[in-house]
């Protein structure tokens, strides 16, 4: 097989991935109750749905041109964070909450993926620094601005 047809196999498969996200997204925005709380998430579902169809429609004509695909080394570097948030998804924001979850998280994404030297004080401060005014952003946006529920777990 060519390297371009590993390409457009990789840029296909990508697109469809996101795809079915964007179909169950959508579809759980429309069939959970209370209504009244996923009005908004039913208006990003649509959107996000509408832009995977558009990119899968353009992976599968061959308009995509994007890099070079997913190399080995490159999907486990990947891996991690794919992990992390699989586990977030799927236990730690139904059972701690949003914001507690959320919190976790974004600190061990970001001390993972930090190119900063895990030895040094200074740059644990900064990802604790950064996590917190990134969870301040969250909370007002999410509770203050749109007054979206989100999931409520164990602490918050």
């Not at 799927?90 to 919190?103: N, P, R």
């Not at 994404?109 to 952003?137: C, K, N, Q």
């Amino acid at each position: 097989m060519s390297n371009q047809n590993t390409r457009n196999i990789q840029q296909i498969s990508a697109a469809a991935m996101v795809l079915v996200v964007a179909v169950m997204v959508a579809w759980l925005s429309y069939t959970r109750e209370p209504a009244s709380a996923f009005l908004f998430p039913r208006y990003i579902s649509i959107a996000f749905l509408i832009l995977s169809v558009w990119n899968f429609l353009r992976a599968a004509m061959g308009i995509a041109k994007t890099g070079g695909g997913l190399d080995p080394a490159s999907a486990k570097r990947l891996a991690p964070g794919l992990i992390i948030m699989a586990i977030y998804i799927f236990w730690l924001a139904k059972y701690l909450g949003f914001y507690v979850a959320s919190t976790l998280t974004f600190f061990t994404l970001f001390a993972i993926y930090d190119p900063e030297a895990h030895t040094s004080l200074r740059s644990w401060l900064i990802r604790a620094l950064v996590t917190i005014g990134f969870m301040a952003i969250m909370y007002g946006l999410f509770a203050l601005v749109l007054k979206v529920q989100l999931p409520r777990g164990l602490f918050i």
